[in-house]
């Protein structure tokens, strides 16, 4: 199953849904995503962890 992340589910005003095939790939596209549309600069271990809890399967 895929797996996917909405930004608003991080709380962003942001249509912004990332999908991968695992949660590895999912986490450099979201960090990537983060980095482009968010100006985010550094992921925080507690950002990582608000990000890992809001991925779902699809």
Do not use: S, W, Y
Not at 1 to 24: H, K, Q, S, T, Y
Not at 26 to 31: C, I, T
Request: aromatic share 2%.
């Amino acid at each position: 199953m895929a797996r996917e992340i909405r930004c608003r589910d991080l709380g962003f005003d942001c249509p912004g849904v990332i999908r991968a095939e695992n949660d590895e790939v999912l986490l450099k596209k979201v960090a990537e995503h983060a980095r482009q549309a968010h100006g985010t600069v550094e992921v925080t271990p507690e950002m990582a962890a608000k990000v890992r809890a809001a991925i779902r399967e699809v």
